[in-house]
């Protein structure tokens, strides 16, 4: 008996012999953190097709590979796309105010009903819009976790009693305003001439499973059992597509230059957000770890078995039987980053992040690169390898290491910015 088994009295044993028996995927449960531990594996190739055929031409690529790819992702992983008549989705100017940030910006909150109707579900997008402009602004478009008024200690944006929230769902909105505020560089990002835009998640779809009951899954109609119902990804990446969608109905706003960016839970979403919608020009993939950036098929901190069990909402059904057999999976997260191009994408990870695996992160963009080559970009440049901390590399496609936790911090900004700058705005 191995001194592992030894430790485990019978009764305990035989309890954990029936976990392991009720889920193949429990051995990979544990996290690892070992290099040398990472399994060998194979990565499907993002331009030979599911039938074989290689994909040798930009046309071969739209015309082919890119939609059967959209389709997989959507069946196998996140559910299919989500769809509400557009005659439903109403934008309502609830505030605005010339002399937010001390003047250097104007400051929105345009609510967004899903289902004007009923007015119910609905969520705000708190918009900094810069007022030294020469024309309508860029703008960067970022899911927040805890509330619009907790990017910022600016007491003119409303404080909510959002239904079915589940952070801080035992203090008054008003006792969290500005708790967030370090991950949002507001003035930087107006002083740079962009315009930023913000919506809480939870309102979008609260993060709970709760059978699909709140937020806007009954819009999307009765579910079958067909396993690629959409989870709860799909559902806030589908109210990004509806904020842009408010976005571009703004004059202020230059919404054909609009990046969608997110972090982590919402950093998958962004990936998935920008894979789907092609109107989004760039995409920001901030610590998004397995499930967004990080290839599944390392199995190094957080895994496909992993992440199914502690949050079931988040991917559609027929991903959790990939648990147990990532290898199984007709995809690589690469193949999701390549579903972004030609458009500019980031991917950053952070050094302490190792629950979301950088160097996975670092190597989907890498293997990203052979698509954005063949529309005829300049990819991840000369990139060979992932890079030390603290440096921005790449093009078209970029990548960072920032020094320290799993956070958005002024560093990611900065470069955020850089990348905007040189790809965004130069197209
Ligand atoms: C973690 C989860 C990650 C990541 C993170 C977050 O608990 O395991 O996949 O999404 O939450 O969103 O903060």
């Known amino acids: 008996m191995s001194p592992v088994l030894r430790r485990f009295t019978r009764p305990a044993l035989a309890a954990t012999v029936a976990t392991l028996l009720l889920s193949g995927a429990a051995f990979a449960q544990k996290a690892n953190y070992d290099e040398a531990k990472v399994p060998k594996f194979d990565l499907p190739n993002p331009l030979v097709a599911a039938d074989g055929t290689k994909i040798e031409t930009a046309d071969d690529w739209r ?39 001390g003047g250097k910006a104007t400051r929105k909150e345009i609510r967004i009903y899903f289902d004007a109707p009923n007015k119910t579900p609905k969520a705000d997008l708190l918009i900094y819009i810069p007022n030294d402009r020469k024309g309508p602004a860029p703008v960067f478009l970022m899911p927040n976790f805890q509330g619009n008024w907790t990017t910022t200690d600016d007491p003119g944006v409303a404080a909510l009693d959002v239904a079915g929230r589940t952070r801080n769902a035992n203090k008054k909105p008003d006792e969290v305003r500005g708790v967030a505020k370090s991950r949002w560089a507001f003035d930087k990002i107006v002083s740079r001439g962009y315009a930023i835009a913000t919506v809480y998640y939870e309102e979008i779809d609260p993060d709970k499973h709760d059978g699909f009951k709140n937020g806007v899954h009954p819009l999307f109609g009765e579910r079958s059992d067909s396993g690629d119902e959409p989870g709860s990804i799909a559902a806030w990446a589908w109210g990004l597509s509806r904020a842009l969608d408010c976005l571009e109905t703004l004059p202020e706003i230059d919404a054909k230059k609009a990046i969608v960016a ?38 190094f901190g957080e895994t496909v078995a992993i992440i199914n069990k502690s949050f079931p909402h988040w991917f559609c059904e027929n991903f959790k039987k990939y648990g147990a057999d990532v290898d199984a999976l007709p995809f690589d997260q690469h193949q999701l980053i390549a579903l972004i191009a030609p458009r500019p994408v980031y991917v950053a990870s952070a050094t302490l992040d190792q629950w979301a695996d950088p160097k996975g992160e670092f190597l989907s963009a890498f293997y990203a690169d052979p698509v954005y080559r063949l529309l005829g970009t300049d990819g991840i440049g000369e990139v060979k390898e992932q890079p030390g901390p603290d440096v921005s590399v790449g093009s078209t496609i970029r990548y960072h290491l920032r020094t320290g936790k799993h956070d958005v911090q002024d560093f990611d900004w900065e470069q955020y910015l850089d990348f905007a700058d040189e790809t965004v705005l130069k197209r």
């Open 262 to 299: 997110g972090h982590s839970r919402l950093g998958k979403t962004a990936l998935w957000a920008g894979a789907q919608d092609e109107r989004f020009a760039a995409v920001i993939s901030n610590d998004s770890g397995c499930g967004g950036a990080a290839l599944s098929r390392r199995e």
């Open 63 to 101: 015309a082919k590979r890119r939609p059967e790819l959209l389709d997989l992702f959507a069946r196998e992983m996140f559910g299919k796309r989500p769809s509400v008549a557009p005659e439903k989705i109403k934008f309502e100017e609830l505030t605005s105010d010339s002399n937010a940030l």
